[in-house]
Every structure is written in structure tokens, then in C-alpha cells.
């Protein structure tokens, strides 16, 4: 009688937790809703103590002209000791900005303190030698920039003449940048190594070359017919390259290398 009376409570007993408790599949669904609401007060209460924070620190990023420090003395005062609430990210990156050599600039926050502005700079592409007081950079973009010292000036091609009535000639700049990129594109960089200066005739709007191995004036003419012209300046750069070479003894008197003629090299 004892052992059939606590089968029956035990019969009892399961009926009754599989009626009255929750199920499996219940008890998960209401663990991770609880962990949500869990999350989500943390990270208002997380968000609203880091917004609190003040910026001690400014971090440059993307920079290899431009010094750290001078980006930092262009955005100390709209950043230094301001609350992360109060901070103006496209107030800062136009800051930054004006920076001559600064073509773009992202701000954002890197740590509990810290501001990061990550930069991407104008590169020089040519070195403005008259019209300023002081020579100049010309970025890919004909941007006239300050004159800075790098390693790489020696690289560059000399622009000669393209400031006009104390304004430089943006389209004959813009012109000849093209005109060494595809020097660059279609010569290489032996060729491109072989174009010292470029020098603008405002009056017909053409251009001349001066290399860095010859004591001769290649006559480049206007913005047309670029290909060939480069051509022609590739053949001009072989036959002077060999000190051994009948060409080479034969032409050492040039003066002037003449490539604006389609089919045809001028020399005088």
C-alpha cells in the first residue's frame, strides 16, 4: 500500500512540474531578454560616463609632411580639456584641413582621453622656381604650396615661368603635370628621370624640356599629341644614353631637339 501511494506521488509530482514550469525553450527566451535588457542599461550607462570624458591628448595619423605638432596647435583650442560631448568632429577636421599641405582630414575618438585625426596629405609632384618670393610645391592637383624640405625634392621636375602677372597659370600647370605622368605612365621612371625642367611660353602656350643629360632644348610645343611626342623624347633619351654611339658623337654640337612635328625630329 506505502509503495503504490508513492507512485502515485510521484506520478503527481511529474505531472505536475511538466503543467506548472516553464518550459526549455521558455526559460532560454526569458535568460537572453533579461541579458539584452542587462546590455542595453550598461552601454546608456557606459555612453553617458565616456561622453563625460575630456580630451587630454591629440593623436596624428597619415602624416609624412606634415608635423604632428602643427596639426595639434591648429585644433588645441576646439579640443583640449572639452568634454566628448561637446566636441564638433567636422569643426576639428575642417581645422585640420586648412592645414596648405592637408588635402583631407577624419577625427575621431581612439581611447577614454584621446582624439585621433588621421590625415591624408598633398603629395609634391614639382618644384615652382620663379614668380614667389622663394621657390614653391605643386601638388598633383596644381595646388601651389610653401616650399618644405624633403628628401624627395631632388626627384622632382622644375617648372620654370608658369606665374604670370604674380599669379600662377593653373592650366598650364595642370598641362604639364599631365604631360610628366605620362612621361611616367609610358616612359618609366628612367625617362621620367630624365625630365629636369619644364619651362611655359605664355605666348603660344607651349612648353619646353631641359634634361638631365643633355646641354640641348627639346622643343615639346603645346598639350597635344602627347604619345608621340613621348615617344620621340624616349628616342631623343636612348640615343644620347651610350657615350659610344655614332648618334651620340654626331649630335654633340645640338642646340635644340624640335618633337612638335608629327613623323618627324627637328634638331638645330
Do not use: C
Request: glycine share 6%; no cysteine; net charge positive.
Amino acid at each position: 500500500m506505502w509503495e503504490e501511494a508513492r507512485k502515485k506521488n510521484i506520478r503527481f509530482l511529474k505531472f505536475w512540474r511538466r503543467e506548472n514550469l516553464p518550459s526549455k525553450r521558455f526559460r532560454i527566451i526569458a535568460a537572453l531578454l533579461f541579458m539584452s535588457i542587462v546590455l542595453v542599461v550598461l552601454s546608456v550607462v557606459s555612453s553617458n560616463w565616456d561622453s563625460g570624458n575630456d580630451i587630454r591628448e591629440i593623436t596624428v595619423k597619415g602624416n609624412r609632411i606634415v608635423k604632428s605638432s602643427e596639426i595639434a596647435n591648429l585644433i588645441r583650442q576646439e579640443v583640449l580639456g572639452k568634454a566628448k560631448a561637446d566636441i564638433d568632429f567636422e569643426k576639428i577636421s575642417l581645422a585640420a584641413g586648412s592645414h596648405p599641405y592637408v588635402a583631407f582630414a577624419r577625427t575621431m575618438f581612439s581611447g577614454q582621453n584621446e582624439l585621433t585625426v588621421e590625415i591624408t596629405e598633398r603629395k609634391p609632384a614639382a618644384i615652382l622656381s620663379d614668380g614667389f618670393k622663394g621657390i614653391r610645391i605643386v601638388d598633383g592637383n596644381a595646388n601651389v604650396l610653401p616650399f618644405v624640405l624633403l628628401k624627395d625634392n631632388n626627384d622632382l621636375p622644375v617648372f620654370r615661368n608658369f606665374v604670370i602677372s604674380g599669379k600662377p597659370d593653373r592650366k598650364a600647370l595642370r598641362d604639364a603635370l599631365a604631360i610628366i605622368r605620362d612621361i611616367k605612365n609610358q616612359g618609366g621612371e628612367t625617362l621620367f628621370a630624365f625630365v629636369s625642367e619644364i619651362i611655359f611660353n605664355p605666348g603660344d602656350r607651349s612648353f619646353e624640356i631641359i634634361s638631365s643629360g643633355l646641354e640641348s632644348i627639346i622643343k615639346f610645343g603645346r598639350f597635344d599629341n602627347v604619345p608621340e611626342k613621348i615617344d620621340k623624347l624616349e628616342m631623343i633619351y636612348y640615343e644620347n644614353r651610350f657615350s659610344d654611339n655614332i648618334f651620340n658623337k654626331n649630335t654633340r654640337n645640338i642646340k635644340v631637339y624640335d618633337i612638335r612635328w608629327k613623323k618627324q625630329i627637328i634638331v638645330s
